[in-house]
Each structure stands twice: as C-alpha cells, then as structure tokens.
C-alpha cells in the first residue's frame, strides 16, 4: 500500500515537472510553414476609409516567431492588383539568394494570381527584424516583425523576458500609395510626404479626425 503511494506520487511530480519544461518551451510559440495571402482590405484611418494591401487581411501583418538556426517556409499567394514579392530584412539567407524577395534582382515578382514559396533561413541572426513587400511602395501597409529568439537550448544573454509587444514604426497616406508614387515619377518631383505616423498601423490620438455637425469638448489644463 505503502509502495503504491509513492509511486502516485512520483508519477504526479513526474507530470508536474513535465507541464513546467513542455510550457517553458512553449512560451513562445514557433512553427515551420507559414501561409501569406495579399489581398485588399478595408481600414479607416483619418476619418477616411480605402482598399489597402495586406497579408491575410492584417496591418501590419502576422508576426513570424523563429528560433536561431530555424529554415521557414513560407507560401505567398497574391490576390492583389498588382505584382508583389516579399523581402525578409536583415536576414542573410546564405547560399539562398532566390527566394530572399528584392523584385528584378534575385528572383522575378509574383503576378496577380500567382503564388510563390519562399525559403527563408536564419542561421545567425537573433533579435528582432522585419518582413516587407518589396514592390515598389506596397510595403507602406504589406509589412510586419520578426521575432528570432535564441537558438534550442541556448540562453538569453540577459533576464528572459516575460512578454512581448512587437511596436511598429510605419507612414499613412490618405491617397492610394500608388497614386502618390505614379504623380510623383509623372511631375518628376518628390513624392507627396505621408499624412501620418503610425504605430503598429495606428495614428494616435495627436491626429485629430471629427466630422461636420459633432461637438467635442476639449479641456485644457494650466499648470503654473
């Protein structure tokens, strides 16, 4: 009776211990294959309202989460208007020229309807960099983070963190980004400057958008 005791509770402490390395291991989530699909969405920014391009209707895009050492792999599929690669910035992809996404230069753009897989490989890079189109200006709204944390059983080289939020620096433009690019190459000047900063695909509140007809109340505090 007593031996039977002892081995429940082992098998209960085996379980327990377990649950602790599968969720350490778990904390942040990483896979191999990755599904891209660019197409238009609807977003309001400044009290106005257009198409956009995204990947799987999010801006920014979906986060890729990778450890030092991993190969992904990920297939894109254009639904959009017009031609699109996609680039992985800041990622070396030695001996893997191909499929790293600068358009005309290491491999041909993916047409409307096409679809491409691309290899993309992390041999030493750790940190955080950044994935975006690179078709002329697509990557103002087809953009998104890179999170390479250290290699399996390797450590951080400080305290590991607890959490994580990706913060994105981006541009918004009231106009279509490619009527903005076609007037600017058409007058031969520079192309207009964007209406906003974002952060993570958000203006913030310093950009004021109301509408005719609504009151605000605005309060205003003095501090001497």
């Not at 309807?113 to 103002?140: C, M, N, P, Y």
Request: charged share 20%.
């Amino acid at each position: 009776m007593k031996m039977s005791f002892y081995k429940e509770l082992f098998l209960q402490i085996l379980l327990i211990f377990s649950l602790i390395a599968l969720s350490s291991q778990t904390r942040y989530q990483t896979k191999s294959h990755y599904n891209f699909v660019v197409k238009e969405a609807r977003y309001t920014r400044l009290c106005c309202t257009k198409n956009i391009l995204t990947v799987n209707g999010q801006f920014p895009g979906p986060t890729i989460r990778v450890h030092k050492g991993d190969t992904i792999y990920v297939n894109v599929y254009n639904k959009g208007k017009y031609n699109i690669t996609i680039h992985w910035h800041g990622v070396k992809q030695p001996r893997n020229p191909w499929t790293d996404g600068p358009e005309y230069i290491t491999q041909c753009p993916i047409k409307p309807g096409g679809k491409f897989r691309q290899k993309v490989i992390f041999s030493e890079e750790e940190g955080t960099l950044w994935w975006h189109a690179h078709s002329d200006w697509a990557r103002a709204t087809v953009h998104g983070a890179i999170n390479i944390y250290p290699g399996i059983n390797s450590t951080y080289p400080f305290p590991k963190p607890y959490g994580e939020i990706p913060i994105i620096f981006g541009e918004w433009w009231k106009n279509d980004v490619n009527k903005v690019l076609t007037e600017s190459l058409e007058s031969g000047g520079a192309p207009n400057s964007s209406d906003a900063i974002t952060i993570n695909g958000q203006p913030g509140d310093l950009y004021l958008c109301s509408k005719s007809g609504k009151c605000i109340k605005i309060f205003l505090w003095i501090n001497n």
